[in-house]
C-alpha cells in the first residue's frame, strides 16, 4: 500500500510539471504504457494470495483510474494552451481597412476623350474611328486638299514606305482626323452625328507641338444645319467640358479646304501667375479650326450636296486637356515619366461624367 501511495504521489507531481504533450505522453507510458510501472504491478496481481489480492486489487485499480483521469486532464490543458497560443499569434483585425495597393493612373488625354465623348453624346453624337495609317486619298483627295497644298508637303506629313517601282501615292501617318469624315459619311450615310477622337501626327516639335498628337474630329450632316449650330454646339461643349458657366469664343474667318465658309475658334482666357484661367482674361487661346462642310466634301463621302449640309470641326484634345488642368509643357504628356503620371493622371475610378472633375 505504501508502494501504491509513493506512485500516486510521483505520478501525479509529474503529470503536473509536464511542460508540453509530448513530455505527458512520456509519463503516461512510464505509468500506463504497456510496460508502465502501474500496469506491471497490476500484472503481478494474478501472482498473489486470495487476500492479498483482496486489498492490491482495488487499490491498483484506484489508482489507475485517477492517473488516467489526471493525464486526461492535464491534456486537455495542454491542449488549450496550444490553441490559446495560436489564437494569440494568428489574430486578425479583420475591420481593418486594406492595404492601399498601387495601381496605374488613367493619362490625361485618355480621361479627356472620355470626358469629351460623354458630353457629345449627351448631345447625339456617337463615336467613330478610322487608321492611323491613311490612304492619300482619304487624309487628302476626298478633303478637297489639291495636290499643290501646302499641307501636302513634306515637312508636315510623314510619309510611308513604297517599293521601288511601285508609283501609288504613298500611304500617310493621318496629318488630322478629317479622314474619319469620309469614312463615317460612306458608312452611315446621311442624316450623321459623329465624333472621331484619335491620334494624329506632323513632323513638328517644340513646347507646344509634337510629332504625334490627338484630335477630335465632330460632324453633323442632315437638311437645314447651320454656322448657327455649330456655334451652339461649341459653346455647349466648352460649358461642360471647362466647367464654366459662361466661355467666351471668338470666331475668326479662316480657310480650310474642305469647309466653306471656315473658321478658327479662340477661347477666352487669362495667364495670369503661371495660372491658366478659361472664360476670362485678355488672352485667347487658338483650340479649334471648324466650318460648313464643302460640297465636294459631302460628294466624296457619297452625300448628296443638294439634299444634305452641315458643320464640321477639328479640336486639339492635348490643348485642351493642358488648359483644364493646367498642364504647361506638352512633350510632358508623352514621355512617360512615372513621377509625371502618378502627378497628372486620373484614379481608374475617376468616372467621366458630364460633370466629370467636378470630384477633383
Ligand atoms: N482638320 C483641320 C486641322 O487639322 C481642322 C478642321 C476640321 C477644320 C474640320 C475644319 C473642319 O487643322
Redesign the pocket.
Known amino acids: 500500500m505504501e508502494a501504491i501511495a509513493g506512485l500516486r504521489g510521483k505520478y501525479l507531481e509529474q503529470i503536473a510539471s509536464a511542460a508540453d504533450i509530448e513530455a505527458l505522453e512520456s509519463v503516461r507510458l512510464a505509468a500506463l504504457g504497456k510496460k508502465g510501472e502501474i500496469s506491471l504491478l497490476m500484472r503481478e496481481l494474478g501472482q498473489m494470495g486470495a487476500e492479498a489480492r483482496q486489498t492490491a486489487g482495488p487499490a491498483l485499480n484506484g489508482l489507475k483510474s485517477e492517473i488516467d483521469a489526471a493525464l486526461k486532464a492535464r491534456r486537455a490543458g495542454l491542449e488549450d494552451a496550444v490553441l490559446n497560443a495560436r489564437l494569440k499569434a494568428e489574430w486578425l483585425d479583420v475591420t481593418l481597412p486594406g492595404r492601399p495597393r498601387p495601381m496605374g493612373t488613367i493619362h490625361p488625354i485618355s480621361q479627356v476623350m472620355d470626358e469629351l465623348t460623354a458630353i457629345f453624346a449627351d448631345m447625339g453624337f456617337s463615336v467613330a474611328e478610322g487608321p492611323q495609317i491613311e490612304s492619300d486619298w482619304y487624309n487628302f483627295d476626298a478633303?478637297n486638299i489639291a495636290p499643290e497644298h501646302p499641307a501636302r508637303q513634306e515637312h508636315d506629313t510623314f510619309f510611308m514606305h513604297r517599293a521601288p517601282g511601285d508609283n501609288r501615292p504613298p500611304h500617310v501617318l493621318r496629318?488630322?482626323?478629317?479622314p474619319v469624315?469620309i469614312r463615317a459619311m460612306q458608312a452611315q450615310g446621311a442624316p450623321i452625328r459623329v465624333i472621331a477622337p484619335g491620334r494624329?501626327y506632323r513632323m513638328d516639335m517644340d513646347q507646344t507641338h509634337t510629332p504625334m498628337f490627338h484630335?477630335v474630329?465632330?460632324l453633323a450632316i442632315d437638311r437645314d444645319i447651320s454656322m448657327a449650330q455649330l456655334k451652339w454646339t461649341l459653346e455647349e461643349f466648352c460649358r461642360a467640358f471647362f466647367e464654366v458657366e459662361e466661355v467666351e469664343l471668338r470666331f475668326r474667318a479662316s480657310h480650310?479646304p474642305?469647309?466653306e465658309p471656315?473658321a478658327e475658334v479662340d477661347i477666352r482666357c487669362s495667364w495670369e501667375g503661371g495660372q491658366l484661367k478659361i472664360g476670362e482674361g485678355k488672352d485667347w487661346l487658338e483650340i479649334?479650326?471648324?466650318?460648313m462642310?464643302h460640297p465636294k466634301v459631302l460628294q466624296a463621302g457619297g452625300i448628296d450636296p443638294s439634299q444634305w449640309q452641315g458643320f464640321?470641326?477639328?479640336l486639339g484634345i492635348d490643348r485642351i486637356a493642358m488648359l483644364k488642368y493646367g498642364i504647361p509643357d506638352l512633350r510632358a504628356f508623352f514621355e512617360s515619366d512615372l513621377r509625371w503620371l502618378r502627378h497628372y493622371g486620373f484614379a481608374s475610378l475617376d468616372q467621366p461624367g458630364l460633370a466629370a472633375g467636378l470630384s477633383r
Open positions: 478633303l496629318t488630322h482626323t478629317s469624315q494624329v484630335q474630329e465632330g480650310f474642305f469647309t471656315s479649334l479650326g471648324s466650318g462642310v464640321a470641326f477639328g
